[in-house]
């Protein structure tokens, strides 16, 4: 018998949050909301609750967390509403959950998506920031807790899924020789270089084949992504970096590939929907209908790939750098990235401006071991205040003489 599903969704008004409560919306006899959390966004929260009647929903923001609970008063549910981060991560925890969809972006998705995993819940983890900054002790605390995490970040889902079921985290021993990550190129991939300078924020955001949040619309541009996604696949298919390779294809089609020893590689194939990967994690191992269209092979004609251009982008390089460096230099890399991609989404940084805060940042502090969580938030914090220094010097008024 199929085994019903009661899930807590983290960063439910977002970009993910909406594919998710989209395939979940499909299947009402199989998956339960039980809770729904938000930053600020209280009106779309409300909507949600009024349509999913989850036990508790939660609002990152204190105001916002008042305006909700009226709002769901007025609308006479009765809806548990808490606000802050210990909110955020009761619905992280909370007993009548055991699937944790993680879909809130950047560092913030930290702490409650490890609180997920103390409490042994089925993560099913879009948070790839999380998993860059946590690393070793993220993992350290799934398998403590006996946690399960099912990828959904689309390459690492279609990764996921060319391995051999039961991987355990050896490609060695599973007979992997390389994992592909298939990276579409982003809305610059040929651009004249010396445009790049002047791109703007809504630019950037048009990506060409997904429809995302824009801070990872904004990391695709950039191939800051995929770098993200290198040390993503790290940590969750314990591959060594010289076996994770990056290829470019526009078409978005192929998610990714695993390549065996044998000369084998398979690959995983979808219409760029992350309603296909979210799909797959809900139900695994089992199959449910996403709503998603299938691919006409017959009517594509032609798959393409070429290799990534180190210097339209220099932010690729900048993440295999952190990797072999190690300790806290991808939580450094990460936390640069955001303060910089933020400055560029509200127009006081220029798009050139991200790959070199990210440079600067790990240029200036020296990757250190991390023998604990703090060491990482540690580097977080450091690398935040090291960037927004250097974004203040980079937006004073020169010295004339
Ligand atoms: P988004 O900006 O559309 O949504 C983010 C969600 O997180 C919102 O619900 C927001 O309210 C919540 N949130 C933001 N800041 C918060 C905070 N400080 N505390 C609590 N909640 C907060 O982002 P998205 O595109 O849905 O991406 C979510 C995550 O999934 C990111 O880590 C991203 O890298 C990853 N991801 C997204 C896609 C995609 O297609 N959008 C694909 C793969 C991976
Ligand atoms: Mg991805």
């Not at 490609?171 to 270089?193: C, D, E, M, W, Y």
């Not at 949040?213 to 298919?237: P, Q, Y």
């Not at 390549?259 to 979210?278: C, F, H, K």
Request: proline share 6%; aromatic share 4%; charged share 20%.
């Amino acid at each position: 018998m199929t085994m019903r599903r009661r899930i807590s969704v983290l960063g439910a008004t977002g970009s993910i949050g909406d594919s998710a409560l989209d395939v979940v919306a499909q299947h009402p006899q199989r998956f339960d909301i039980v809770a729904l959390t938000a930053h600020r966004q209280w009106e779309k929260l409300a909507r949600l609750c009024v349509r999913f009647k989850p036990r508790m929903a939660a609002m990152l923001d204190a105001d916002a967390a008042v305006k909700l609970e009226r709002a769901l008063r007025a609308a006479g549910m009765s809806t548990e509403v808490l606000a802050g981060v210990e909110g955020v991560c009761h619905a992280a925890t909370m007993a009548e959950a055991d699937t944790v969809l993680a879909a809130i972006v950047g560092a913030a998705g930290l702490q409650p998506t490890l609180a997920a995993a103390r409490a042994g819940k089925r993560i099913l983890l879009a948070n790839k920031e999380a998993l860059v900054i946590g690393g070793a002790a993220f993992m350290a605390a799934v398998r403590e807790g006996a946690a399960t995490l099912l990828p959904i970040d689309s390459e690492h889902n279609a990764i996921f899924q060319c391995l051999p079921p039961g991987y355990r985290g050896d490609p060695a021993g599973a007979g992997v020789a390389r994992i592909l990550l298939t990276a579409s190129g982003g809305p610059f991939r040929t651009r004249a270089i010396e445009d790049l300078a002047h791109v703007t924020p809504s630019e950037a955001c048009a990506h060409p084949t997904w429809v995302m949040g824009r801070k990872i619309s904004v990391d695709s541009a950039t191939m800051m992504n995929k770098g993200l996604e290198v040390i993503e696949a790290h940590w969750l298919f314990g591959a060594p970096r010289a076996c994770i390779e990056v290829v470019i294809h526009p078409q978005s089609l192929v998610h990714s590939l695993v390549e065996y020893v044998d000369g084998s590689i398979l690959a995983q194939l979808s219409n760029p929907d992350m309603r296909t990967p979210i799909a797959q994690a809900l139900a695994y191992p089992e199959r449910v209908a996403s709503g998603v269209a299938p691919l006409n092979l017959a009517a594509l004609g032609a798959l393409t790939f070429e290799p990534a251009d180190p210097i339209r982008f220099p932010c690729l390089q900048l993440a295999y750098d952190a990797l072999d460096a190690q300790g806290t230099a991808p939580a450094i890399l990460n936390a640069a990235n955001e303060v910089a991609v933020a400055a560029f989404l509200d127009g006081t940084l220029g798009y050139l401006g991200i790959a070199a805060a990210c440079a600067e940042a790990l240029r200036r502090i020296p990757a250190t071991p991390v023998n604990s969580l703090d060491d990482a938030l540690d580097a977080d914090a450091h690398s935040r205040a090291v960037t927004r220094e250097w974004l203040r010097r980079m937006n004073a008024p020169r010295m004339t003489a």
